[in-house]
């Protein structure tokens, strides 16, 4: 694999459930690391899944897979933190809050004692709030704490349009800002293909784009996660694609553009706060976020669902 980096890139993952592992997996199927050290409170499970992926090996990119406690966290270039309680299909991200902030005051002061120089990259939900609470019990610098944020809600989005325009969701470029969760903003007045807003894009290219199917995208986008849960019980695939993406960058330090979730202060009047814009990530971690020229109602979507993000953050009292 080429990297900028001398020494093989070597990933921990806190958290071997659903997306912990997939993560993993998926970290294997692309050869993104070399040596990936799995924790769990749960040490068997970390062990069998070791076990399972070390078994694939012949088949994919050769890495070294342990399970081990946090000292083997030591010397890792990013941790990842998927530890937690998966939401219930009622169960709305934020109602996650309390235990799962429980869960991150106990295992972020293990992880920093080992790796004060990994990058920490968050998916434990509600994301935003935990990326917060990662970076205060931390005590990193901010940019080197990311949460996978709405990583995931821009693919959904860029799937469904891509689905409604008869275009694979690569070329459809499109975000989703601000909270991963019900108060997510679609940037529907930048979304664009082949660089055409969607309005040039319908009436250069002989399709449509009603109202009513804009809401039904929008829908879609955000409740894709409680109908997942609902039949499956939890969600894992994408994320991981997701995660793995994140690393990419990371690691190959390639100023990628991503709607990841990051300390915010001052852009659009917002302050102390961790919510998702498109932002340049790179071996430093978060490199740069990105301005938007938004429209007036995406920006006053902005400033709710950073207050919904704002309020819980708030009840935390750290
Ligand atoms: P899971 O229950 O399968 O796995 C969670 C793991 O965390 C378990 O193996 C458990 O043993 C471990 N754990 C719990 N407490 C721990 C502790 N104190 N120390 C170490 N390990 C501990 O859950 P999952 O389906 O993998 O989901 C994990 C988290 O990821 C949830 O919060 C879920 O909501 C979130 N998630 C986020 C996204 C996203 O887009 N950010 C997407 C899907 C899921």
Same mark, same amino acid.
């Given at each position: 694999?080429?990297?900028?980096?001398?020494?093989?890139?070597?990933?921990?993952?806190?958290?071997?459930?659903?997306?912990?592992?997939?993560?993993?997996?998926?970290?294997?199927?692309?050869?993104?690391?070399?040596?990936?050290?799995?924790?769990?409170?749960?040490? *068997?499970?970390?062990?069998?899944?070791? +076990?399972?992926?070390?078994?694939?090996?012949?088949?994919?990119?050769?890495?070294?897979?342990?399970?081990?406690?946090?000292?083997?966290?030591?010397?890792?270039?990013?941790?990842?933190?998927?530890?937690?309680?998966?939401?219930?299909?009622? *169960?709305?991200?934020?109602?996650?809050?309390?235990?799962?902030?429980?869960?991150?005051?106990? &295992?972020?002061?293990?992880?920093?004692?080992?790796?004060?120089?990994? @990058?920490?990259?968050?998916?434990?939900?509600?994301?935003?709030?935990?990326?917060? /609470?990662?970076?205060?019990?931390?005590?990193?610098?901010?940019?080197? /704490?990311?949460?996978?944020?709405?990583?995931?809600?821009?693919?959904? !989005?860029? !799937?469904?349009?891509?689905?409604?325009?008869?275009?694979?969701?690569?070329?459809?470029?499109?975000? &989703? &800002?601000?909270?991963?969760?019900?108060?997510?903003?679609?940037?529907?007045?930048?979304?664009?293909?082949?660089?055409?807003?969607?309005?040039?894009?319908?009436?250069?290219?002989?399709?449509?784009?009603?109202?009513?199917?804009?809401?039904?995208?929008?829908?879609?986008?955000?409740?894709?996660?409680?109908?997942? @849960?609902?039949?499956?019980?939890?969600?894992?695939?994408?994320?991981?694609?997701?995660?793995?993406?994140?690393?990419?960058?990371? +690691?190959?330090?390639?100023?990628? /553009?991503?709607?990841?979730?990051?300390?915010?202060?001052?852009?659009?009047?917002?302050?102390?706060?961790?919510?998702?814009?498109?932002?340049?990530?790179?071996?430093?971690?978060? %490199?740069?976020?990105?301005?938007?020229?938004?429209?007036?109602? *995406?920006?006053?979507?902005?400033?709710?669902?950073?207050?919904? @993000?704002?309020?819980?953050?708030? %009840?935390?009292?750290?």
């Amino acid at each position: 694999m080429e990297t900028m980096e001398q020494h093989p890139v070597r990933v921990a993952i806190v958290g071997t459930g659903n997306v912990g592992a997939t993560t993993a997996y998926a970290l294997l199927l692309t050869g993104a690391a070399a040596e990936i050290i799995l924790i769990d409170g749960n040490r *068997e499970r970390a062990e069998g899944e070791a +076990m399972d992926l070390n078994h694939g090996m012949p088949y994919m990119h050769p890495a070294r897979v342990v399970a081990g406690d946090y000292d083997a966290c030591a010397g890792a270039d990013i941790v990842i933190i998927t530890a937690g309680v998966a939401g219930r299909p009622d *169960e709305s991200r934020l109602d996650l809050l309390a235990r799962n902030a429980a869960v991150f005051k106990e &295992i972020v002061p293990q992880i920093v004692r080992y790796a004060r120089n990994a @990058i920490l990259l968050v998916a434990t939900n509600p994301v935003d709030v935990m990326t917060d /609470v990662t970076w205060k019990v931390s005590g990193l610098p901010a940019a080197r /704490v990311i949460g996978s944020g709405t990583i995931l809600d821009s693919a959904r !989005f860029r !799937f469904l349009l891509g689905r409604q325009f008869g275009v694979e969701p690569r070329s459809v470029h499109a975000y &989703i &800002i601000g909270e991963h969760g019900d108060s997510q903003v679609p940037v529907w007045s930048l979304a664009n293909i082949a660089g055409m807003n969607l309005d040039d894009f319908c009436r250069l290219n002989g399709c449509g784009l009603d109202p009513e199917t804009k809401i039904e995208i929008a829908k879609n986008t955000r409740v894709a996660a409680y109908e997942i @849960i609902r039949r499956k019980r939890a969600t894992y695939y994408a994320i991981a694609a997701g995660l793995g993406r994140i690393i990419e960058a990371i +690691m190959h330090t390639q100023d990628s /553009v991503l709607t990841v979730s990051s300390l915010v202060q001052g852009m659009y009047g917002l302050q102390d706060v961790c919510l998702s814009l498109p932002t340049v990530v790179n071996r430093q971690g978060i %490199s740069r976020v990105l301005e938007l020229p938004l429209d007036e109602g *995406e920006r006053s979507a902005l400033t709710k669902s950073a207050q919904v @993000i704002h309020d819980a953050i708030s %009840s935390l009292n750290l």
